[in-house]
T-cell receptor, first 112, second 111 residues
Framework: ETGVTQTPRHLVMGMTNKKSLKCEQH?????MYWYKQSAKKPLELMFV???????ENNSVPSRFSPECPNSSHLFLHLHTLQPEDSALYLC???????????FGEGSWLTVV | ELKVEQNPLFLSMQEGKNYTIYCNYS?????LYWYRQDPGKSLESLFV?????AVKQEGRLMASLDTKARLSTLHITAAVHDLSATYFC???????????FGAGTILRVKS
Protein backbone atom coordinates (compact mmCIF):
# COMPACT_ATOMS: atom_id res chain seq x y z
CA GLU A 1 0.00 0.00 0.00
CA THR A 2 1.42 3.33 -1.06
CA GLY A 3 1.73 6.28 1.31
CA VAL A 4 0.63 8.54 -1.53
CA THR A 5 -2.99 8.20 -2.59
CA GLN A 6 -4.56 9.69 -5.68
CA THR A 7 -8.18 10.11 -6.65
CA PRO A 8 -9.83 9.49 -8.95
CA ARG A 9 -7.89 6.61 -10.44
CA HIS A 10 -9.64 7.01 -13.78
CA LEU A 11 -11.26 10.10 -15.26
CA VAL A 12 -12.90 10.72 -18.61
CA MET A 13 -13.72 14.33 -19.35
CA GLY A 14 -14.86 16.43 -22.25
CA MET A 15 -12.81 19.32 -23.52
CA THR A 16 -15.16 21.86 -21.97
CA ASN A 17 -15.31 20.24 -18.53
CA LYS A 18 -13.64 21.33 -15.31
CA LYS A 19 -12.35 18.61 -13.05
CA SER A 20 -9.71 18.14 -10.38
CA LEU A 21 -7.23 15.45 -9.45
CA LYS A 22 -6.49 14.98 -5.77
CA CYS A 23 -3.39 13.69 -4.04
CA GLU A 24 -2.79 13.03 -0.37
CA GLN A 25 0.44 11.87 1.23
CA HIS A 26 0.56 10.16 4.61
CA UNK A 27 4.34 10.16 4.98
CA UNK A 28 4.97 13.50 6.69
CA UNK A 29 6.92 14.78 3.69
CA UNK A 30 7.53 18.44 2.93
CA UNK A 31 7.55 18.38 -0.87
CA MET A 32 4.98 17.24 -3.40
CA TYR A 33 5.09 16.88 -7.15
CA TRP A 34 2.94 16.36 -10.22
CA TYR A 35 4.36 14.31 -13.08
CA LYS A 36 2.82 13.47 -16.43
CA GLN A 37 3.40 10.11 -18.10
CA SER A 38 2.24 9.71 -21.68
CA ALA A 39 2.93 7.11 -24.31
CA LYS A 40 4.94 9.50 -26.44
CA LYS A 41 7.28 11.11 -23.94
CA PRO A 42 9.32 10.21 -20.88
CA LEU A 43 7.95 11.10 -17.48
CA GLU A 44 7.73 14.88 -17.28
CA LEU A 45 7.90 16.98 -14.15
CA MET A 46 5.02 19.47 -14.14
CA PHE A 47 4.98 21.17 -10.75
CA VAL A 48 6.93 21.06 -7.50
CA UNK A 49 5.70 22.33 -4.16
CA UNK A 50 8.09 22.65 -1.25
CA UNK A 51 6.65 23.65 2.10
CA UNK A 52 3.43 24.51 0.28
CA UNK A 53 5.18 27.00 -2.00
CA UNK A 54 5.35 26.33 -5.72
CA UNK A 55 9.01 26.15 -6.65
CA GLU A 56 8.72 24.75 -10.15
CA ASN A 57 6.35 25.31 -13.01
CA ASN A 58 7.80 23.46 -15.92
CA SER A 59 6.27 25.40 -18.81
CA VAL A 60 2.95 23.74 -18.23
CA PRO A 61 -0.06 25.20 -20.07
CA SER A 62 -2.39 27.31 -17.95
CA ARG A 63 -5.22 24.84 -18.45
CA PHE A 64 -3.46 22.89 -15.68
CA SER A 65 -3.63 24.70 -12.35
CA PRO A 66 -2.06 23.20 -9.23
CA GLU A 67 -3.03 23.91 -5.66
CA CYS A 68 -1.28 22.89 -2.45
CA PRO A 69 -3.39 23.92 0.56
CA ASN A 70 -1.10 22.15 3.04
CA SER A 71 1.88 19.85 3.06
CA SER A 72 -0.26 16.73 2.85
CA HIS A 73 -2.57 17.63 -0.01
CA LEU A 74 -2.04 18.53 -3.63
CA PHE A 75 -4.59 19.19 -6.34
CA LEU A 76 -4.40 19.52 -10.08
CA HIS A 77 -7.30 21.53 -11.47
CA LEU A 78 -8.13 20.79 -15.09
CA HIS A 79 -9.94 23.17 -17.42
CA THR A 80 -10.62 23.03 -21.17
CA LEU A 81 -8.13 20.27 -21.81
CA GLN A 82 -7.12 18.90 -25.17
CA PRO A 83 -7.12 15.27 -26.29
CA GLU A 84 -3.31 15.30 -26.22
CA ASP A 85 -3.51 15.88 -22.47
CA SER A 86 -4.73 12.32 -22.05
CA ALA A 87 -2.09 10.62 -19.91
CA LEU A 88 -1.29 9.15 -16.53
CA TYR A 89 -0.80 11.89 -13.95
CA LEU A 90 1.40 10.86 -11.07
CA CYS A 91 1.66 12.59 -7.74
CA UNK A 92 4.77 12.13 -5.63
CA UNK A 93 6.21 13.30 -2.34
CA UNK A 94 9.57 13.43 -0.61
CA UNK A 95 11.36 14.73 2.46
CA UNK A 96 14.46 16.72 1.69
CA UNK A 97 16.88 16.23 -1.17
CA UNK A 98 18.56 12.99 -1.98
CA UNK A 99 15.86 10.92 -0.36
CA UNK A 100 13.47 8.56 -2.00
CA UNK A 101 10.60 10.13 -3.90
CA UNK A 102 7.43 8.14 -3.40
CA PHE A 103 4.86 8.01 -6.16
CA GLY A 104 1.13 7.50 -5.99
CA GLU A 105 -0.62 5.02 -8.24
CA GLY A 106 -1.63 7.72 -10.68
CA SER A 107 -4.79 9.08 -12.22
CA TRP A 108 -5.55 7.92 -15.75
CA LEU A 109 -7.03 10.86 -17.62
CA THR A 110 -8.80 10.58 -20.96
CA VAL A 111 -9.94 13.76 -22.70
CA VAL A 112 -12.63 13.23 -25.30
CA GLU B 1 19.42 21.19 -20.46
CA LEU B 2 19.78 17.86 -18.73
CA LYS B 3 19.09 14.84 -20.92
CA VAL B 4 18.88 11.29 -19.69
CA GLU B 5 19.28 8.37 -22.05
CA GLN B 6 18.67 4.74 -21.28
CA ASN B 7 19.62 1.77 -23.32
CA PRO B 8 18.43 -0.60 -24.36
CA LEU B 9 14.82 0.56 -24.53
CA PHE B 10 13.62 -3.01 -24.79
CA LEU B 11 15.29 -6.09 -23.41
CA SER B 12 14.12 -9.66 -23.81
CA MET B 13 16.15 -12.11 -21.82
CA GLN B 14 16.07 -15.72 -20.75
CA GLU B 15 15.68 -16.73 -17.17
CA GLY B 16 19.00 -17.29 -15.47
CA LYS B 17 20.92 -14.88 -17.68
CA ASN B 18 22.72 -11.69 -16.69
CA TYR B 19 22.34 -8.31 -18.31
CA THR B 20 22.97 -4.61 -17.76
CA ILE B 21 20.84 -1.54 -18.39
CA TYR B 22 22.72 1.70 -18.96
CA CYS B 23 21.74 5.22 -18.03
CA ASN B 24 23.74 8.16 -19.41
CA TYR B 25 23.09 11.77 -18.57
CA SER B 26 24.35 14.96 -20.10
CA UNK B 27 25.18 17.38 -17.27
CA UNK B 28 26.76 17.14 -13.86
CA UNK B 29 24.65 15.56 -11.15
CA UNK B 30 25.44 13.52 -8.09
CA UNK B 31 22.04 12.03 -7.44
CA LEU B 32 20.51 9.27 -9.48
CA TYR B 33 17.44 7.14 -8.89
CA TRP B 34 16.23 3.84 -10.28
CA TYR B 35 12.54 2.98 -10.36
CA ARG B 36 10.50 -0.01 -11.44
CA GLN B 37 7.04 0.21 -12.96
CA ASP B 38 4.69 -2.72 -13.54
CA PRO B 39 1.96 -2.34 -16.18
CA GLY B 40 -0.86 -0.16 -14.94
CA LYS B 41 0.96 0.54 -11.70
CA SER B 42 2.91 3.38 -10.19
CA LEU B 43 6.66 3.70 -9.82
CA GLU B 44 8.41 1.73 -7.14
CA SER B 45 11.70 3.07 -5.85
CA LEU B 46 14.60 0.65 -6.23
CA PHE B 47 17.75 2.61 -5.51
CA VAL B 48 18.95 6.09 -4.64
CA UNK B 49 22.60 6.68 -5.55
CA UNK B 50 24.09 9.74 -3.92
CA UNK B 51 27.79 9.82 -4.69
CA UNK B 52 30.42 8.84 -7.17
CA UNK B 53 31.23 5.17 -6.91
CA ALA B 54 28.04 4.35 -5.05
CA VAL B 55 26.94 0.76 -5.42
CA LYS B 56 23.74 -0.68 -4.04
CA GLN B 57 22.32 -4.18 -4.28
CA GLU B 58 18.91 -5.63 -3.61
CA GLY B 59 18.29 -9.22 -4.50
CA ARG B 60 19.17 -9.84 -8.15
CA LEU B 61 19.57 -6.13 -8.94
CA MET B 62 22.69 -4.05 -8.45
CA ALA B 63 23.04 -0.38 -9.32
CA SER B 64 26.16 1.73 -9.58
CA LEU B 65 26.99 5.35 -10.28
CA ASP B 66 30.00 6.91 -11.98
CA THR B 67 29.50 10.67 -11.83
CA LYS B 68 32.66 11.38 -13.81
CA ALA B 69 31.45 9.31 -16.73
CA ARG B 70 27.85 10.47 -16.09
CA LEU B 71 26.80 6.86 -16.19
CA SER B 72 24.75 4.56 -14.03
CA THR B 73 24.21 0.87 -14.57
CA LEU B 74 21.53 -1.50 -13.36
CA HIS B 75 22.85 -5.05 -13.44
CA ILE B 76 20.51 -8.00 -13.41
CA THR B 77 21.88 -11.29 -12.17
CA ALA B 78 20.24 -14.63 -12.99
CA ALA B 79 17.02 -13.06 -14.19
CA VAL B 80 13.66 -14.46 -13.09
CA HIS B 81 10.23 -13.86 -14.57
CA ASP B 82 9.18 -11.62 -11.67
CA LEU B 83 11.71 -9.03 -12.78
CA SER B 84 9.68 -8.31 -15.92
CA ALA B 85 8.73 -4.61 -15.73
CA THR B 86 9.79 -1.23 -17.04
CA TYR B 87 12.85 0.25 -15.37
CA PHE B 88 13.49 3.98 -15.25
CA CYS B 89 16.52 5.93 -14.22
CA UNK B 90 16.10 9.54 -13.15
CA UNK B 91 18.69 12.23 -12.50
CA UNK B 92 18.29 15.08 -10.07
CA UNK B 93 18.47 18.27 -12.12
CA UNK B 94 19.13 20.61 -9.26
CA UNK B 95 18.44 21.16 -5.60
CA UNK B 96 14.90 20.15 -4.86
CA UNK B 97 14.52 16.67 -6.28
CA UNK B 98 13.62 17.91 -9.75
CA UNK B 99 14.06 14.62 -11.51
CA UNK B 100 14.56 14.17 -15.22
CA PHE B 101 13.59 10.67 -16.27
CA GLY B 102 14.96 8.43 -18.97
CA ALA B 103 12.58 6.86 -21.47
CA GLY B 104 12.55 3.58 -19.61
CA THR B 105 13.73 0.05 -20.41
CA ILE B 106 11.04 -2.57 -20.92
CA LEU B 107 12.39 -5.83 -19.56
CA ARG B 108 10.79 -9.15 -20.43
CA VAL B 109 12.18 -12.30 -18.86
CA LYS B 110 11.21 -15.47 -20.68
CA SER B 111 11.04 -18.91 -19.19
Amino acid sequence: ETGVTQTPRHLVMGMTNKKSLKCEQHLGHNAMYWYKQSAKKPLELMFVYSLEERVENNSVPSRFSPECPNSSHLFLHLHTLQPEDSALYLCASSQGRGNTIYFGEGSWLTVV
Amino acid sequence: ELKVEQNPLFLSMQEGKNYTIYCNYSTTSDRLYWYRQDPGKSLESLFVLLSNGAVKQEGRLMASLDTKARLSTLHITAAVHDLSATYFCAVDREYGNKLVFGAGTILRVKS
